[in-house]
């Protein structure tokens, strides 16, 4: 992830973001991605974080409502891509790769 952030537009996500105003930061990264649609490479939103941040998160939100909120988040962005007309999506992780395929109807 790391190598591919630094050759590709990359954008971390921003889980008090998710938390404040879900739709709205769905659109706000929506309209990123659609900025990015020339590029050479595929843009790359991550939810991957260091340990300390991960944790003063999980201790803010809780484990749980952390986890489910990040899997909301890319269902619904994953949705808000698929109406803007964008085919094809790379996805990593178990549990978030799973709930965009049934997203997307897979």
Same mark, same amino acid.
Do not use: H
């Given at each position: 992830? #790391?190598?591919?952030?630094?050759?590709?537009? #990359?954008? #971390?996500?921003? =889980?008090?973001?998710?938390?404040?105003?879900?739709?709205?930061?769905?659109?706000?990264? +929506?309209?990123?991605?659609?900025?990015?649609?020339?590029?050479?490479? #595929?843009?790359?939103?991550?939810?991957?974080?260091?340990?300390? @941040? =991960?944790?003063?998160?999980?201790?803010?939100?809780?484990?749980?409502?952390?986890? &489910?909120?990040? &899997?909301?988040?890319?269902?619904?962005?994953?949705?808000?891509?698929?109406?803007? $007309?964008? +085919?094809?999506?790379?996805?990593? $992780? $178990? &549990? @978030?790769?799973?709930?965009?395929?049934?997203? =997307? $109807?897979?």
């Amino acid at each position: 992830m #790391a190598a591919y952030r630094q050759q590709a537009p #990359a954008r #971390a996500v921003d =889980l008090s973001a998710c938390f404040t105003d879900l739709e709205s930061y769905v659109r706000t990264l +929506t309209d990123w991605v659609d900025a990015q649609r020339d590029a050479p490479l #595929a843009p790359m939103i991550y939810a991957t974080t260091e340990p300390q @941040t =991960l944790q003063r998160i999980q201790a803010q939100y809780g484990d749980k409502a952390s986890s &489910e909120r990040v &899997e909301q988040l890319f269902a619904a962005l994953a949705a808000a891509l698929k109406a803007n $007309g964008f +085919t094809r999506f790379i996805v990593a $992780g $178990g &549990e @978030t790769s799973s709930i965009v395929a049934q997203t =997307l $109807g897979g």
